[in-house]
Structures are given as structure tokens and as C-alpha cells.
């Protein structure tokens, strides 16, 4: 969940670690630091808050020169978010400097032993120990003690160190946590992250688990723990910067809000060539799709919710059973699937621990996996056995939209195809279905056109404490990430419920001036649901209704009302997600959240 970088070259390393922290402060962001090797001696600066308080202690302070340094952005996990505890860490003999990004499991006795040994300890954090095993294995040769350390250590790590005694050297080793490698001319770069890199340069070496990386400013040589060398492609980051910054929005989410309708369009329009659906790259063959009896969805919070989008179309058009799974409880469920189980997962990050650990329960059970991905080269990526990319490019805000909604395209062309492949659908209707995924671009950019209203609309409810989604079908699955937007980053609690439950209990709830947001896009269940806000106006909620553009009988109901453009109802909840995070937007900026980084939050969750 932290962010790392690293950097040795021939520039002042302070502005690019700085820089790079910047790019990274959406990982984890309660507390940062930076190590540069200045004149042979290490120079640490580290402050609890945000990127932007680490550099006001660094202009207060005499300059940090030097060319090699690394720089961590901090999610706490062992120990609250101080100074003391912000990483990089350094050995009690001030020749070693360490950033980490993961979890150390056997920490504990580690720290136990090197208490035993004389080492004295400064923080909380799972992380020192690294630092101390360095000192304590060093023999003059860096690359060698590092290989030792890893060798102690149990858990997640993407690490970088440097040490004094080798002023252009910067050591970065990866296991199940993600590090990136850039190489520049006369300069390397190492970051827990693309981002961080790619206003430097774009060829990168994607480190895999197991491997580590030497780096001077000439070059890199890569290791396997067992000090073998290895060659490894440098590849090419096919966006540019600008895809990673504000681009004059305000914020993140809402350039990214806006952006959806491009995102999309990159991942469905190459997808589809002559009348059918190619997914080149994956191997799943049709006599094996023929064979799959169940389809299993795991994922975690909003690409969860793109499953249950996803399993309405599916199941409609396949016939084949779904069951989306929150993948934090699937692995301890003593899962039944088999090698007829075709498991999809679904990660923005690639890098969810909960969605990773569900992945190798499901593949070490025998199911083939199939994982939707956005960062290419990702654990989640290399982990399944195909993959499909959704194309979203660079997320940076902390809740999603663009990553969510490419999720949810890519799982309509997979129904199609699958569909296709088992037989269920005639050329007429695959075409029919294939037209109206097409069109998906231009209804995200019409459903944010027909609701310009939304900022009135906020303004006008961002201060109730407490109020619920409800919808049926899928515009219940559009309700659970409805709700999870406005709750992630406006911080105000809402519930998504299914319109038909809410009188087995929770109508109790329901009171005077109590907002209701009811999704009506369903139009086969659209007299059921008018039913339900009735039921709630009666007890005097004010709604705020979400229905197809021209229904009138809607918003002759509702106290508001949001427009969603029309097309096939297989498709509807993708556009139906977008004023909701709208709105979401637009009552956290009215209630004065820090809304592309909300609070105790950070962008990819590697802690289970
Ligand atoms: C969504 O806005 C959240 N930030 C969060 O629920 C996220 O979707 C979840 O943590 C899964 O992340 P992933 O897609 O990177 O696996």
C-alpha cells in the first residue's frame, strides 16, 4: 500500500525522490521520508502528514546534495503514522538507509534476535528489522548482504536500500509486492510504481517475486536469490505523463469521471472486429468454455461490485450460474469449484492482497482463473493463467470510476463472447449486442450530460448524516457502488439495499427528510420499484429518483430526479454508475473532503 522510489544518477536526487513521492502519495499518505547519500555520509528526513510536509522540512533545512537516495510514502499498518515510524530506516551504524513496502511476517522473532545481538530499535514498524539484518551481515560487499536478508525475511516486500560505502549504488528486491525498474540514460530509477517513473522514462523492467536488482547510473543487473544473473526485457509504458496528472480538474476522481468515455472506448472498440468479439489474449479455448458447469467472480470492494454488474449479464446470456465472492471471505469458505469452475478475477490494482490470496486458493483448488486487470505486468496479472486488460489507464484517485466501469465493459463482452462460443445467442443478436456495447462511449458521455443538475443536487443533500440506495436487479448492483462512492470519500454513511428487502426490517429506518436514492433504470421491475418509493415517501423520505431519460412517471414521484441515457438493459448499469459518482463527488467537495485521498484509505490494499 506504500509507494517507494529510488534513484541514482548524475542529478540532484532530492527534487526527483520528491517528485516521485508525489506521484506516489495516492498509495498511502499518512507519513513520508527521503535518504540521500550526501559526500559519502546518509542524510534522512521524515515527517508524519502528507507529501507536502516533507517538503516544507526539507526546504527548512540545509540542502540534501547527493545523486542516489530512495523515499517511501507511508500507509501505517505496524505502528501509527509518526515521524518515528516513517520510513526510511536507518542502521544504528548510519551506513544503511531502507525503504519497504509490505508486511514482514516473522518480524517479531527477527526483532527478538537482533535485540539479542545489540541492535537497538527506533521505531514500531515491522520494517527495521531489515535494516539491522543489513548491518549485521554486511562484509563489505552490499549486493551479497542484501541477498542474505532477503533470504531471513517471511512476507511481502518491495524494498530499496542504499548504503554509504557505495554512493552509486541503489539495491531494490521484490517479493509479492510490486517494483518497477526504469532505465534511463546514465541514471536507474526503481518505483513501487509506473508513475512514479514515467516523466523520466518509459523503459522499464518489470521485476518479478524472487529477484533482485543492482542499479548504478551505467545500468542494472538483475539476480535470483540465488545470486544467478538473469536477463529481463525492458519494456515500454505506452502513456504519457499527462495521463497521470490533473490536467486542469480539480481533483483526480473528476478527471477521471470525465475521462470514462475514452477509457472505455479503448477497451471495447479492438475488442470487437467483423461482428464478434476477439479477446486475443487469452487462451481459453471453446471446447473448454463448453465445459465450465459454474463461474466464480472474486474481487474486493468496487471491483466486487463490477461482478455483481457483471453476473446479471452473464448469467442472462449464457445460462451458465454466477456467483460473485468477496474475496477476503472466499479463501477461509473451504471454496467448492473444480476444474469446470472458470474463476474470474477482477483487481483495478492487480495488487489486492485479499484478491491475490483468493487467486491461489482458487488455482491451488484446480479451477482455471481468468483475471481482469488494469496495471499491466501486475502479481494479480502474471498470477492467473489469462488475463484480460481492461485499458483503463493511469487511476490515481483513491475511489474508483474509470477503473470500475472498464471492468464492467470487459465483463459485457466476455457474456458476449461466452455466449457466442456456447451457442446461445443466433448472429443476429450478437450483432444487436455487439452495436449497443459500441455504443457504451457515448451513453457514459451523454449520462454525464443529461446531469449537469448533480452540483445543485449535492448542494442541495450533502448534508444529510445517514440515507440509502435502493434498486432491484442491476440496478442494485449499480446501488452497491452507488453507496460505497459516496461513503469512501464523503464520509457520510449510506446503505445500498435491495428495494424488495427493505420491509423485512429496515424500513424501521426510514424517517422525515431522510434522502432515499432510488435507481429505476430496470424498466421490466419498474412498477415494483414505484411501489418502494412509495412505500418510503409515505413515511415521509425524500426521494431522489434515477431513471431512463423521458420517464416521466418517475419524477412525477420523486422529490429529484437523475437521467440515464437509454439502451439495452443488459448494459444499463454502467451508465446508471455515473451520476452516482457524480454526486459522490460533488457532496464530499461540498462538505470539504480531501476527496482524491480520503481518510484511512489508500489506492491498492496489499495487507490481507
Ligand atoms: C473503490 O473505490 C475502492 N477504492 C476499493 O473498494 C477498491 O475497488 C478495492 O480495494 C479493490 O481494489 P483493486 O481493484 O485494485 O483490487
Known amino acids: 500500500m506504500c509507494g517507494i522510489v529510488g534513484y541514482t544518477g548524475n542529478e540532484n536526487v532530492t527534487p526527483i525522490l520528491l517528485n516521485g513521492l508525489k506521484k506516489l502519495e495516492y498509495r498511502g499518505y499518512d507519513s513520508a521520508g527521503i535518504a540521500v547519500i550526501n559526500e ?88 527495521e528489522v531489515i535494516v539491522h539484518l543489513l548491518e549485521m551481515y554486511y562484509k563489505g560487499n552490499f549486493r551479497a548482504a542484501v541477498m542474505k536478508v532477503a533470504s531471513r525475511l517471511e512476507g511481502s516486500y518491495g524494498l530499496g536500500c542504499i548504503c554509504s560505502d ?21 541514471e536507474t530509477f526503481f518505483a513501487s510504481d509506473v508513475t512514479a517513473l514515467v516523466s523520466y522514462t518509459k523503459n522499464v523492467i518489470y521485476l518479478d517475486d524472487g529477484e533482485l536488482c543492482e542499479m548504478t547510473p551505467s545500468g542494472v543487473s538483475i539476480y535470483d536469490f540465488a545470486g544467478r544473473r538473469i536477463e529481463k526485457p525492458v ?40 461482428g464478434r468479439v476477439v479477446l486475443d489474449d487469452i487462451s481459453l479455448t471453446p471446447d473448454y468454455l463448453k465445459t465450465v458447469n459454474k463461474i466464480v467472480i472474486l474481487a474486493c470492494g468496487s471491483a466486487y461490485y463490477a461482478g455483481c454488474a457483471g453476473k446479471y449479464t452473464i448469467e442472462a446470456l449464457t445460462r451458465v450460474p454466477v456467483f ?43 479451477a482455471r482463473t481468468l483475471a481482469i486487470v488494469n496495471v499491466v505486468a501486475s502479481t494479480i496479472a502474471k498470477l492467473a493463467d489469462d488475463v484480460i486488460y481492461t485499458r483503463a489507464g493511469p487511476e490515481i484517485a483513491v475511489a474508483t470510476t474509470k477503473g470500475y466501469t472498464t471492468q464492467v465493459a470487459v465483463l459485457y463482452l466476455f457474456a458476449v463472447y461466452m455466449a457466442d462460443i456456447l451457442g446461445k445467442i443466433d448472429s443476429a443478436e450478437r450483432m444487436r449486442l455487439l452495436s449497443e456495447i459500441e455504443k457504451i462511449p457515448s451513453m457514459v458521455q451523454r449520462a454525464i450530460d443529461l446531469n449537469r443538475h448533480i452540483p445543485y443536487l449535492a448542494s442541495k443533500y450533502y448534508k444529510n448524516t445517514s440515507l440509502f440506495f435502493i434498486g432491484r436487479n442491476t440496478d442494485y448492483a449499480a446501488c452497491l457502488e452507488g453507496s460505497l462512492k459516496l461513503k469512501e470519500i464523503s464520509y457520510i454513511h449510506s446503505e445500498a439495499y435491495a428495494a424488495g428487502e427493505l420491509k423485512h426490517g429496515t424500513i424501521t429506518l426510514i424517517e422525515p427528510g431522510r434522502l432515499v436514492i432510488a435507481l429505476a433504470c430496470c424498466e421490466r421491475l419498474f412498477d415494483k420499484m414505484l411501489s418502494n418509493i412509495k412505500e418510503v415517501k409515505a413515511r415521509g423520505a425524500k426521494v431522489l429518483g434515477v431513471a431512463l431519460e423521458g420517464n416521466l412517471r418517475i419524477f412525477a414521484e420523486t422529490d429529484d430526479g437523475i437521467s440515464v441515457p437509454r439502451f439495452d438493459p443488459l448494459f444499463c448499469s454502467l451508465a446508471e454508475v455515473i451520476p452516482l459518482q457524480i454526486f459522490a463527488y460533488y457532496v464530499a467537495k461540498e462538505n470539504g473532503c480531501d476527496i482524491d485521498k480520503p481518510k484511512n484509505l489508500a489506492k491498492s490494499v496489499t495487507v490481507e
Open 166 to 186: 557505495h554512493p552509486d549504488t541503489v539495491i531494490a528486491v521484490k517479493e509479492a509486492s510490486p517494483l518497477i525498474i526504469g532505465v534511463g540514460a546514465g
Open 324 to 366: 460473485a465472492e468477496l474475496a477476503s471471505e472466499f479463501r477461509y469458505s473451504n471454496p467448492i469449484i473444480d476444474e469446470k469452475t472458470l474463476v474470474i478475477v477482477i483487481s483495478q490494482s492487480g495488487e489486492t492482497a485479499d484478491t491475490i490470496a483468493a487467486l491461489k486458493e482458487a488455482k491451488s483448488i484446480g
Open 235 to 274: 519494456s515500454r509504458v505506452v502513456w504519457d505523463i499527462e495521463a497521470a496528472e490533473k490536467g486542469g480538474y480539480d481533483h483526480f476522481m473528476l478527471k477521471e469521471i470525465m475521462e470514462q468515455p475514452r477509457a472505455l472506448k479503448t477497451a471495447i472498440d479492438h475488442r470487437i472486429k467483423d
Open 40 to 127: 559519502g555520509k546518509l542524510e534522512l528526513v521524515k515527517s508524519s502528514g502528507m507529501i507536502s510536509a516533507l517538503c516544507e522540512k526539507v526546504e527548512n533545512r540545509p540542502a540534501m546534495k547527493g545523486t542516489t537516495g530512495i523515499g517511501h510514502t507511508r500507509w501505517a499498518t505496524h505502528g501509527a503514522p509518526t515521524d518515528q515510524n516513517a520510513h526510511p530506516h536507518m542502521s544504528n551504524d548510519g551506513r544503511f538507509a531502507i525503504v519497504h513496502n509490505g508486511i514482514i511476517e516473522n518480524y517479531v522473532d527477527l526483532r527478538e534476535e537482533l535485540i539479542q545481538c545489540g541492535f537497538t530499535f527506533l521505531s514500531e514498524t515491522d520494517t
